[in-house]
């Protein structure tokens, strides 16, 4: 029977293993953490439907069960090696094993905000990122840096990405829309505190995503604020006085808010480069290269390694769970076609 | 006059016909890297000269890429060429270099 390795066992990674799995192919999954989908239970609801993170996460954790699959966690894959007629992996420790075919599904990590120093991240305690908001929306403690409820909730987008500065000129693609969906949860759970959104385009790509935004500003009452924040300062009370231009009037505009809202975009995780490096299939941004992204987006253009899910580019749940699919049916071809 | 709302305006509104973007081209050829300019308002918000005046750089280059070049290089001298706003750009626009061409340029086709 063919061997398939599938390294990450985020959404795109046990997608694709119960996809194979079902066609009777049998798969081990790598995962470098102690659990799987550590990118989706840190998250609270999932935009577009506001569905539960946790009820996404066990519907996929469920999937882990179907027979054929075999979980290896706690187990970092450095390198891959291709050796003929199978590939070798290689782990942290030296350990190996082979597969016929892999498939890298070592998706994303949020850029690291300390990177835009002027913006006051691990400075002030005011300056929180779109992941820190996710957990206190959770667990329904939107709280300021005094422990109080805040009276006002700013989100900034396109921290990391669109910029120059930190290396990374690609759109994120999530966040414009995961702080319209975080600004309507302020305002869902903390009635009275404002919410404003600063954007430079609000890029709404996504079915339902342009209803959310009218949503957002007819029932919700979230203000939207063309311009993008510069530099972020704490007040003496512990808030974050904000500089910005407001475009659209073409004046400066100074704002206090209790919590500035950083929203990080969607970089390659380190997994990602790593074996991006190895194999030579780094692209831009040092997320996965595939052979073409209309027709071959799994290939990667080695024999029998492909790539699925936020690993190749930032991309939502479904898309991700729909990549995977589609690589799965590439590797069962791939598999099929060879000597038995 | 103000009381009753009365004035006398000039009619203000961008005719894209007629406007000639002859020192705009100029600029770009000077300092290519404004063509990437996405309108965020990062160095007019941080600019040191704006905290004191109603001086944007963002407007006027914006002016300057319309061909509104009238009153630019009487409101260019409020700028202290201190470069901070060079230093925020996410697009990387070189900005110092580019108020020192835009100068350059209404200085030499001064009618
Ligand atoms: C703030 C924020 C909010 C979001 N909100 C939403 C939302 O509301 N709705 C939505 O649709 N999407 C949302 N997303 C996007 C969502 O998180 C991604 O679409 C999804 O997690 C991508 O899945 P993936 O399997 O490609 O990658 P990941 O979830 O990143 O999974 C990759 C897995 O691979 C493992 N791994 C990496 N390298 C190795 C290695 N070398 N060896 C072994 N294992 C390895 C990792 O530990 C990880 O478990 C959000 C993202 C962010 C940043
Ligand atoms: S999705 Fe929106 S916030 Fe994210 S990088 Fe693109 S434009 Fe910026
Ligand atoms: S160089 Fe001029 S425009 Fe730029 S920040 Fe300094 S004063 Fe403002
Ligand atoms: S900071 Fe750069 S991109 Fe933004 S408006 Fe100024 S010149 Fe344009």
């Known amino acids: ?340 | 006059m103000n009381k009753f709302g009365f004035a006398i305006k000039t009619p203000r509104s961008e005719n894209m016909d007629k406007v000639s973007l002859e020192r705009y081209h100029m600029l770009l050829d000077r300092e290519p890297s404004f063509k990437r300019c996405f309108q965020c308002g990062c160095c007019s918000a941080t600019c040191s000269a704006r905290q004191f005046t109603d001086f944007s750089i963002r407007r006027v280059h914006t002016s300057f890429r319309r061909g509104e070049y009238e009153g630019l290089d009487e409101q260019l001298k409020q700028c202290m060429l201190c470069g901070k706003c060079t230093l925020v750009c996410p697009r990387g626009v070189n900005l110092r270099s580019l108020i020192i061409n835009m100068r350059q340029i209404l200085d030499e086709t001064k009618q």
């Not at chain 1, 929306?137 to 930190?166: W, Y």
Request: aromatic share 8%; proline share 3%.
């Open chain 1, 1 to 340: 029977m063919k061997k398939v390795a599938i390294i990450g066992a985020g959404p795109a990674g046990i997608e694709a293993a119960s996809v194979l799995a079902r066609q009777g192919v049998q798969v081990t999954l790598f995962e470098k953490s102690e659990s799987p989908l550590k990118n989706i239970q840190d998250k609270a609801f999932l935009f577009p439907n506001f569905q539960a993170a946790q009820e996404v996460a066990d519907d996929l954790s469920g999937k882990l069960l179907t027979d054929g699959i075999t979980t290896i966690l706690g187990v970092d894959i450095t390198d891959l090696k291709w050796q003929g007629t199978e590939w070798k992996l290689i782990d942290s420790k030296e350990q190996t094993y082979v597969a016929d075919a892999v498939l890298v599904a070592t998706g994303y990590q949020v850029f690291d905000a300390h990177r835009k120093e002027e913006l006051g991240y691990g400075i002030y305690k005011g300056v929180i990122t779109s992941l820190d908001m996710e957990q206190m929306i959770k667990h329904g403690k939107i709280l300021n840096a005094n422990g109080d409820e805040p009276k006002r909730v700013t989100f900034l987008q396109c921290v990391g990405s669109r910029d120059e500065k930190s290396g990374n000129n690609y759109c994120s693609k999530i966040c414009c829309v995961t702080a319209v969906k975080q600004a309507i949860e302020v305002r869902k759970q903390i009635p009275a505190c404002e919410a404003s959104v600063f954007y430079m385009d609000l890029r709404m790509w996504g079915q339902g995503f342009e209803e959310m935004y009218r949503t957002a500003q007819e029932k919700y009452g979230v203000s939207f604020v063309r311009g993008r924040i510069s530099e972020a300062a704490a007040t003496f009370d512990s808030r974050i006085q904000l500089k910005s231009e407001d475009t659209l009037m073409g004046l400066p505009l100074k704002m206090t808010t209790d919590l500035l809202v950083l929203m990080v975009g969607m970089e390659a995780s380190c997994g990602t480069k790593a074996l991006g490096k190895a194999c030579d299939i780094s692209g831009d941004y040092g997320f996965i290269r595939t052979v073409s992204p209309h027709l071959y987006d799994n290939d990667t253009g080695k024999p029998g390694l492909f790539a699925a899910g936020s690993c190749k580019r930032p991309m939502s749940v479904w898309d991700t769970v729909n990549d995977a699919r589609a690589a799965a049916l590439a590797i069962k071809e791939y598999v099929d076609s060879l000597p038995q």
